[in-house]
């Protein structure tokens, strides 16, 4: 139902840009997230933008190099990821808010992607 694309094999210090793209359903009006899961771990937070675009949230571990964008006019979120690090290889997964405002627990997203993987290599 969401479309994720984007992930890869990256060196070290190397970018990424995700996309997401809703595949019969509309972003409009929703907050928009952005979660991942590396093998054994949980799946956590990553970041998350509001209705509007306007106000945005990150995990601690991704301030400063990854930024979250969303484009109205095509519906599509994005995920640019720069300086990108061994612990940022995971499942990439793009999901929908339940609400217009940015939530970070999985609970308050209710449509979800099928996940990109991101593998980062020393």
């Known amino acids: 139902q969401l479309q994720a694309s984007g992930g890869g094999l990256v060196q070290a210090g190397g970018s990424l840009t995700l996309s997401c793209a809703p595949s019969?359903?509309?972003?409009?009006?929703?907050?928009m997230g952005w979660f991942r899961q590396a093998p054994g771990k949980e799946r956590e937070f990553v970041a998350g933008?509001?209705?509007?675009?306007?106000?945005?949230s990150y995990a601690d571990s991704v301030k400063g190099r990854f930024a979250i964008s969303r484009d109205g006019a095509e519906d599509t979120v994005h995920l640019q990821m720069n300086g990108l690090k061994l612990e940022d290889s995971a499942v990439y997964y793009c999901?929908?808010?339940?609400?217009?405002?940015?939530?970070?627990?999985?609970?308050?997203?209710?449509?979800w992607g099928q996940g990109t993987l991101v593998t980062v290599s020393s």
């Open positions: 999901a929908r808010g339940r609400y217009s405002l940015v939530y970070t627990n999985a609970e308050s997203y209710d449509v």
């Open positions: 019969g359903r509309t972003f409009s009006g929703y907050a």
């Open positions: 933008i509001d209705y509007t675009g306007r106000s945005k």
